[in-house]
């Protein structure tokens, strides 16, 4: 299940990597940078990924690489309990505490997989007046404004004046 969450840190993580690419392809890109994306490179495994990869390198200003890219990565995050390791000194470049990051994003996904538990709970309870469907109903609606809570201290600390480098084009 693609998460909003992951779709928007994938946004954000293309946005900066095509910004290191185009700063590197003027030489003026730091060595930072430059270690971050390498690492990040390190996630894409698969042959399909790989293409994706090479594309988004030749061309990081295209917007069809970039959503090509922005997908992949968004499959990743949203099939991982952490945000991986290999995308952490990226958010240190970016001025974001990634341990921070790190620890809230895998509170969002526990929240996540727990609001998915209760809904199939909720399904299968018999009817509305039934004792147990009533608590699932609290339970949801106390998990969604848990994962709101989670979600919103994430988008406060992303870059962008009101997160509009996140928010563009979603």
Known sequence: MIDPLSRKI?????HVLSSIL???AKETGKNFANDAYEKIKNLFRKRKQKLILAEFEKEPQSQLTKESLEKELTVILSSSRDIPEEMLPLFDFMSVNAAILKTTFRSYKVLLA????????????????DKYYVE??????DLEKRMRHEYDKIMKMLPGKNNQIIDANI
């Open 10 to 14: 994938a946004h954000i993580v293309t």
């Open 22 to 24: 185009l700063e590197a």
């Open 114 to 129: 727990r609001h998915a538990n209760c809904y199939e709970l909720l399904t299968d309870a018999k009817s509305g007046t």
């Open 136 to 141: 699932y109903k609290k339970d949801i609606r």
